[in-house]
């Protein structure tokens, strides 16, 4: 029982780093990368289908993504779908493939980058707290209960607390990566 409560913590905790990689890699540093495009979902004869799944994409250079479709109709449903999303890039085609060019970030821009990025990454920390809170409270309930000791259940806050800290430094050191990549010119 003691160990399913700490695997559930641990497991929580897992996901929400996982969740914050994943949130900070649709933010833009200035560099093109491919991972850019994983939220996008191109119309692919009636269904939502992300666009790796219709296209070969690539970064030629850092600066611009190439996309080359591959069924010819899908060209113009791929630049439709770039053009609804959030990414505020404008598509480039040439009858053949979809250019992406990516606009180098101006420093204002790269500021409210890292503010936004620091609001996911705080984000991130509430999650790693609620689930060493929800592991505490149920820890307190099994003592209420008497199923576990006073001693068990202090040792086993300790150990919550050991890997609570541990996660805040995982969050830290990629919420650092993240500042030092969208500041890097």
């Known amino acids: 029982m003691v160990d399913q409560i700490k695997n559930d913590a641990k497991a929580k905790m897992d996901k929400a780093v996982s969740a914050l990689k994943n949130e900070l890699k649709k933010i833009r540093t200035g560099k093109a990368h491919i991972s850019m495009l994983d939220n996008i979902r191109a119309n692919y004869y009636g269904t939502p289908t992300p666009l790796a799944q219709t296209a070969a994409l690539s970064c030629p250079d850092p600066r611009s993504i190439l996309i080359t479709p591959w069924e010819a109709p899908m060209l113009k449903e791929i630049e439709q779908a770039i053009i609804k999303s959030d990414l505020g890039l404008a598509p480039i085609n ?63 806050s300790e150990q919550i607390q050991k890997m609570t800290d541990d996660f805040m430094k995982q969050i830290d050191q990629v919420a650092e990566e993240k500042e030092k990549d969208i500041m890097t010119i």
């Open 94 to 156: 040439d009858g053949k493939v979809i250019r992406l060019k990516i606009p180098p970030l101006t420093e204002e821009r790269r500021k409210e980058l890292v503010k936004n990025s620091k609001k996911v990454v705080e984000e991130c920390r509430v999650a790693v707290r609620m689930a060493r809170r929800d592991a505490n409270d149920h820890s307190k309930k099994l003592l209420k209960d008497k199923t576990i000791s006073e001693d068990q259940e202090k040792k086993m």
